[in-house]
């Protein structure tokens, strides 16, 4: 008989502490922020030379507004509070986007960017006074690649894809041309970029 009660002591004590770990809250998971990697690569025409660089946007945002798509990759800013040095940005108009976003897009060009769906933007905004930012799109530039939207969890608004784009005759850069300037003597080169990005949040 003193064995039974035993028994029935010990799973009442089980039973009551199953009871309490269910009333102990689990912890949400820590969420990582997204990081979008950038590849940027420089060939230049004259003389023959070649560079290239990967660079991490911390803070990739997005925005699905009422008219347009739009994702935002920068690089960290210079130090001194000189600006951004670098950013990548692309733009899908409300007319353009394919049912739930997901898809592959052209990308806006010279002599006609209106035929393309994407206007993508590389810029390396110009962090002193008198002279001009480099930057480069198809509403300037000729343009080759693509846009590519893989998924959009539209509950979470998250979206994930990547992108490879080609900027043909354009100019240096690195180098920054005066205001005021008569000539463009810059070298020229052509700017390609690729990069992916996962789960960027849209506001």
Do not use: W
């Not at 130090?79 to 108009?93: D, K, Q, S, Y």
């Not at 049912?99 to 806006?108: D, H």
């Not at 979470?156 to 850069?173: C, E, V």
């Not at 180098?175 to 690729?194: F, N, P």
Request: proline residues 7%; neutral net charge; contains cysteine.
């Amino acid at each position: 008989m003193l064995t039974f009660v035993r028994i029935l002591s010990g799973i009442s004590l089980l039973t009551l502490l199953a009871s309490c770990q269910q009333d102990i809250e689990t912890p949400e998971p820590t969420v990582t922020p997204p990081v979008q990697e950038a590849n940027i690569n420089f060939t230049y025409t004259y003389p023959t030379e070649s560079k290239g660089q990967t660079f991490l946007a911390p803070a990739p945002s997005g925005r699905l507004a009422s008219d347009k798509l739009t994702l935002l990759f920068e690089k960290e800013p210079r130090p001194a509070g000189l600006g951004i040095e670098e950013r990548v940005e692309f733009v899908l108009p409300k007319g353009k986007q394919k049912a739930g976003l997901v898809g592959t897009y052209t990308l806006s060009s010279q002599p006609d960017p209106g035929q393309g769906e994407v206007l993508a933007t590389y810029e390396r905004p110009a962090y002193g006074t008198g002279i001009y930012l480099n930057k480069y799109s198809g509403n300037s530039h000729r343009l080759e690649g693509s846009f590519v939207i893989t998924e959009f969890n539209s509950a979470r608004q998250l979206i994930s894809g990547s992108y490879t784009f080609t900027i043909r005759n354009a100019k240096d850069p690195y180098v920054y041309l005066a205001v005021g300037s008569q000539a463009d003597s810059r070298r020229d080169c052509e700017i390609k970029s690729y990069g992916t990005f996962t789960e960027i949040p849209l506001l």
